[in-house]
């Protein structure tokens, strides 16, 4: 009885079912500049998993909401992480920043966003375009954060 | 890494002497301060202001914080000062929708119509 190798097609990673296999992982630095290819990568993962053109607009920008709030007192060496994971139809993303100094508060109201402050658009943001967020204070010169957002059923 | 580098192209000019500002490209973290730069040269108590961001694929916090503190600026020396945004990509009028910034600025389909008094 001849055995033939699994197909490749097979693999979770190419079924675009998730699953372990189908984990991706990116480190960069903090740097602002370096956002988009967080964007970028979002917006690439998610197209493997079939979510629809309006999600896949809503994670690339929720993404770089996460990243802004996570690298909030990041530094020249700060690195940046992301984790893109797909389970049972729902995406999640988790960042981590290093080297983040201490006692930077985004939470201030700047008195040239009427008082709003930075973190607060960006919370709105994250609030309405995922199913779940948060954003840890910094301990030990870490900060992590994540969001899950979960592909909505087609027609819905 | 330049072709994954978010571009940001500011203009800014004006129609019977309302300032007109364009912008294409990325509005983002890193490129906002571009943004803020362009905006930076009308000046306090303007009136008016049109932002034609209908060329703009992509619009985060850091760019709504400058349009705000534009809009801010201007109501220092007029309160009745009011930043018109022309917006016609769908995933730009929901970030604007989501932060409730909609209602802060007057939003348009057009230039045409974001300068109709």
Partial sequence: MSTDPPSPLAHPARRGVGGPGSDVEISMSADPEMHVLARLTASAYASRFDFDLDDIEDLRLAVGELCIACSAGATAASRLTLRFAYHLSSLRVECTVTAVASGVDDDAGNPLLGGLSPGELSRRILAELVDAYRVEPAAAGVRRGSIEMRRRAAGS | MDAERPTLRVSLGEHE??????????????TAQGLRSELAAVPSGTRK?????SEVTFLDSTGLGVLVATLKRLQDGAD???VALVVTRPQTVRVLEVTGLARVFSVHASVEDALAP
């Fill in chain 2, 17 to 30: 002497g309302v300032p007109v500002a364009r912008a294409s490209g990325e509005i983002d973290v890193a």
């Fill in chain 2, 49 to 53: 202001l049109v932002v034609d961001l």
């Fill in chain 2, 80 to 82: 009745d000062s009011r």
